[in-house]
């Protein structure tokens, strides 16, 4: 029995799930409840059990997600991580379809509750279709070039952004959201963590790519260093990496301007000190762990990042 649980939680990537909940956490109590306070003098639109719920939706979409790519790639992770399998493993090929639809189910459940406690019917529409692309990514679209990157950075940012559009009250079935004085500063940190998590996770989606490249080869994958090899690749790579750095120098700047002076010290020593190390071991890197190093790396710019709503709600709520 404790193996098994072991092994589910391995499987459904707990730590992730970790970061996934403080995310959601951090923007809603953070920005989205200060925000309606400030501007609008009334409790979100979104209220804090069906943020909850939504939380929880998230979760287990997101798990259902990893099993589902776990039970895909079981052949090449043979190949790429021999020593992490799970499935075949720790749970069986059976177990794990079974624990893939009973987890997307009970997510969008959740989800059809919140909206329609929120009268947003967009908010089933979407996380509906995140639970196809996880599906179609993992049978079509992970060994296709750049196009499982996109899918999986949009999905990262997705985190973010079903906050904002659950707490967002429309009309017209979801055509038009109703203008409120808060909703200028929501969209305003919807989008630049949002598209600040889609980059991230564009760096590092690719740079696993470089890590997997030999299962991915076996087995037929076209990803970006087996169309187009590992310097070109490390030339995106580096191209990401240097936007980046431009749209983190532009806040710190815009920061320093304002006398914000708490965002550019930690912009610079947890965010573009570990951006440029990135962009230096990612020249000489080579092997397969050299890779791995750097995924881990980029991991923790996306933590620092997102731990950076404490300053948000600090100097701009």
């Known amino acids: 029995m404790n193996n ?30 200060p925000a309606h306070q400030q501007h609008d003098n009334e409790p979100p639109h979104l209220n804090t059990a069906s943020f909850f719920l939504l939380v929880g939706a998230s979760v287990l979409i997101a798990a259902a997600g990893y099993i589902i790519n776990d ?67 993992s049978t079509t679209y992970k ?34 959201p109703i203008r ?9 940190a919807a989008v630049f963590y949002a ?38 690749t490390k030339v995106i790579v580096a191209v990401l990496l240097a936007v980046l750095t431009i749209l983190l120098v532009l806040v710190c700047l815009y920061s320093l301007i304002s006398g914000w002076f708490a965002i550019p010290i930690y912009g610079f020593l947890l965010m573009l000190i570990p951006v440029f190390k990135v962009g230096n071991r990612l020249k000489s890197a080579q092997t397969a762990s050299d890779f791995g190093a750097l995924s881990r790396s980029i991991k923790f710019i996306m933590l620092w990042g997102i731990l950076s709503m404490v300053l948000y709600n600090y100097y701009l709520v």
């Open 195 to 232: 598209g600040f998590a889609f980059l991230v996770s564009m760096i590092r989606e690719i740079v696993k790519d470089l890590e997997d490249q030999e299962g991915d080869r076996r087995y037929g994958c076209t990803t970006v260093p087996i169309a187009w090899g590992v310097f070109t």
């Open 71 to 137: 039970y895909f790639d079981l052949n090449i992770d043979r190949v790429n991580k021999p020593d992490q399998l799970v499935i075949g493993q720790w749970v069986s090929r059976r177990w794990a379809m079974v624990w893939h639809f009973l987890l997307s189910g009970m997510g969008l459940m959740m989800t059809a509750y919140v909206s329609a406690e929120t009268k947003n019917g967009l908010l089933l529409l979407a996380n509906g279709a995140t639970v196809i692309l996880l599906w179609v990514y």
């Open 143 to 176: 060994k296709k070039i750049l196009s499982g990157n996109v899918i999986i950075s949009l999905l990262t940012a997705w985190v973010v952004g079903v906050i904002f559009v659950a707490d967002t009250e429309w009309r017209y079935n979801g055509l038009l």
């Open 180 to 188: 409120k004085k808060s909703m200028v500063d929501l969209y305003t």
């Open 4 to 33: 098994l649980l072991i092994g589910f939680f391995r499987l459904i990537r707990a730590p992730n799930l970790v970061f996934i909940i403080v995310t959601q956490v951090l923007f809603y109590f953070l920005i989205v409840i």
